[in-house]
């Protein structure tokens, strides 16, 4: 049956950031098509919320490397065996050129570019072992449609983080092929979240104004990319950056 292409259900998931914005909406998504899902994430409300809802849900901090250890730890701790690793958490840093802090290059490369790959290297063994030929292992990189295009914002470290996501995917993808894991990623458009809240809140129509499809994205967006990339109709894909930005990136 064709639907039978996209079916992810009993297959097990990680998504770092699951407690809010894309994580949570991937999270539930993934979750309302039988995925076992954990999330990951610090604030124990959030967390104590994504347990109510069903999900697994792991207080971590990814800032720091003994922060990554321990989350791969505490996941195999919980689960048999693992399918997909979805490394979403981040943060991102604004101020001037001018005044624009060290400290912003650290707090923000630590966790959106050192956490993903010091995750997937203590996660390999686990992805490894559940990964066939026929049915690869997947991981799932959350980029940005700023590591694509220079956006207005005074973003520096971030949109280098997210350059740097992209072709770390490929390196990986590339590396990691003969293992029978795939990384792609995607690279979102404006999506309604926690670090989103401020600028929607004052931009938002000239957001939707600058997106060629005239909107922002919804979950049923992202969610639709992610099933693709973990599914058997997905398998044969691997160190693709896929924009899901209702044409920002792609045609302007
Ligand atoms: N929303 C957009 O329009 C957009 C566009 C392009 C790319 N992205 C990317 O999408 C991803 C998710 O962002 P979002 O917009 O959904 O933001 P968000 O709502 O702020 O969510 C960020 C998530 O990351 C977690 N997190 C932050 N710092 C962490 C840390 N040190 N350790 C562990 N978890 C941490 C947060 O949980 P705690 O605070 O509880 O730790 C939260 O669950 C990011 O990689 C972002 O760059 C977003």
Redesign the pocket.
Known sequence: MAHDLFDISGKTALI????????AMIAHGLQARGVKVVI????AD?LEKASADGLTAIG????TPD?CTKLAQDVLEKVDSLDILVN?????WGAPVDDFPASAFDKVLD??VRAPFLLTQALLPALGESATPDDPSRIIM?????GLRVPETPSYSYTAS?AAVHQLTRHLAGHLASRNITVNAIA????E????RAMLAQRRDDIEAGTPLGRIGRPDDMVGAVVYLTSRAGGYLTGAVIPVDGGISTTR
């Open positions: 770092t950031g699951g407690t809010s914005g894309i994580g990951a994430g610090r604030k959030s971590a901090d990814l800032s922060g979403n958490a981040g943060a991102t966790l959106n959350i980029g940005s449609i700023d997210k979102p458009g404006p999506f979240s926690r670090m989103m």
